[in-house]
Protein backbone atom coordinates (compact mmCIF):
# COMPACT_ATOMS: atom_id res chain seq x y z
CA UNK A 1 0.00 0.00 0.00
CA UNK A 2 1.12 3.67 -0.63
CA UNK A 3 0.96 6.24 1.66
CA UNK A 4 -1.64 7.19 0.03
CA UNK A 5 -3.71 4.65 0.45
CA UNK A 6 -2.93 4.01 3.44
CA UNK A 7 -4.14 7.78 4.89
CA UNK A 8 -6.72 7.36 3.00
CA UNK A 9 -8.21 4.31 4.70
CA UNK A 10 -7.50 6.06 7.87
CA UNK A 11 -9.75 8.50 7.00
CA UNK A 12 -12.58 5.92 6.27
CA UNK A 13 -12.50 4.46 9.39
CA UNK A 14 -12.79 7.52 11.01
CA UNK A 15 -15.33 8.85 8.69
CA UNK A 16 -17.30 5.39 9.54
CA UNK A 17 -17.11 5.95 13.04
CA UNK A 18 -17.85 9.73 13.03
CA UNK A 19 -21.02 8.86 11.02
CA UNK A 20 -22.04 6.35 13.39
CA UNK A 21 -21.83 8.37 16.24
CA UNK A 22 -24.33 11.19 14.45
CA UNK A 23 -21.91 13.43 12.72
CA UNK A 24 -22.31 14.64 8.96
CA UNK A 25 -18.21 14.34 8.12
CA UNK A 26 -16.77 16.13 4.58
CA UNK A 27 -12.87 15.04 3.85
CA UNK A 28 -10.72 17.51 2.82
CA UNK A 29 -7.33 16.48 1.32
CA UNK A 30 -7.16 18.59 -1.60
CA UNK A 31 -4.85 21.05 0.11
CA UNK A 32 -1.31 20.86 1.85
CA UNK A 33 -1.44 20.74 5.68
CA UNK A 34 -5.24 20.32 5.34
CA UNK A 35 -7.33 19.18 8.08
CA UNK A 36 -9.07 15.79 6.97
CA UNK A 37 -12.03 15.80 8.00
CA UNK A 38 -14.94 18.48 8.91
CA UNK A 39 -17.88 17.23 10.97
CA UNK A 40 -20.38 18.91 12.53
CA UNK A 41 -23.44 17.45 14.76
CA UNK A 42 -26.21 19.51 16.58
CA UNK A 43 -24.57 22.90 16.06
CA UNK A 44 -20.78 21.90 16.96
CA UNK A 45 -17.85 21.65 14.54
CA UNK A 46 -15.28 19.71 14.74
CA UNK A 47 -11.64 19.37 13.19
CA UNK A 48 -10.25 16.17 12.88
CA UNK A 49 -6.55 15.37 11.67
CA UNK A 50 -6.13 11.84 10.93
CA UNK A 51 -2.99 9.40 11.16
CA UNK A 52 -2.36 6.27 10.05
CA UNK A 53 0.13 3.75 10.52
CA UNK A 54 0.58 0.40 8.83
CA UNK A 55 0.85 -2.64 10.98
CA UNK A 56 3.27 -2.97 12.87
CA UNK A 57 3.97 0.82 12.85
CA UNK A 58 2.06 3.01 14.95
CA UNK A 59 0.51 6.17 13.99
CA UNK A 60 2.69 8.98 13.30
CA UNK A 61 2.07 12.16 15.80
CA UNK A 62 1.41 15.33 14.55
CA UNK A 63 4.04 18.05 13.78
CA UNK A 64 4.10 21.29 15.53
CA UNK A 65 3.53 22.79 11.89
CA UNK A 66 0.55 20.42 11.77
CA UNK A 67 -0.94 21.01 15.16
CA UNK A 68 -0.30 24.84 14.90
CA UNK A 69 -2.54 24.88 11.53
CA UNK A 70 -4.81 22.80 12.43
CA UNK A 71 -5.93 24.33 16.11
CA UNK A 72 -5.50 27.99 14.31
CA UNK A 73 -8.13 26.57 11.83
CA UNK A 74 -10.50 25.29 14.31
CA UNK A 75 -10.11 28.45 16.31
CA UNK A 76 -11.64 30.70 13.38
CA UNK A 77 -14.20 28.31 12.66
CA UNK A 78 -15.10 27.84 16.34
CA UNK A 79 -14.58 24.26 16.22
CA UNK A 80 -12.58 22.28 17.98
CA UNK A 81 -9.83 20.47 16.75
CA UNK A 82 -8.67 16.55 17.31
CA UNK A 83 -6.05 14.17 16.21
CA UNK A 84 -7.52 10.46 15.32
CA UNK A 85 -4.62 7.90 15.39
CA UNK A 86 -5.10 4.24 14.01
CA UNK A 87 -3.42 1.44 12.93
CA UNK A 88 -4.55 -0.47 9.90
CA UNK A 89 -3.75 -3.97 8.93
CA UNK A 90 -2.68 -4.86 4.82
CA UNK A 91 -6.36 -5.93 4.17
CA UNK A 92 -7.42 -2.58 5.12
CA UNK A 93 -8.91 -3.41 8.52
CA UNK A 94 -8.55 -1.42 11.91
CA UNK A 95 -6.38 -2.83 14.46
CA UNK A 96 -7.42 -2.29 17.73
CA UNK A 97 -9.38 1.53 17.97
CA UNK A 98 -8.78 4.92 16.86
CA UNK A 99 -7.16 6.53 19.45
CA UNK A 100 -8.79 10.36 19.95
CA UNK A 101 -6.87 13.33 21.27
CA UNK A 102 -8.43 17.06 21.78
CA UNK A 103 -5.59 19.77 20.83
CA UNK A 104 -5.53 22.71 22.16
Given at each position: ??????????????TTALTNEGWKCYQNTQQQ???????????QGILVQVKT???PN???DLSA????????RASQLN???YLAQLQIK???????????TKLT
Open positions: MTPAEIGSCGERHVSSTDITATSNNGLSPAPEEKRAIVGYVATDRSLVGSIQW
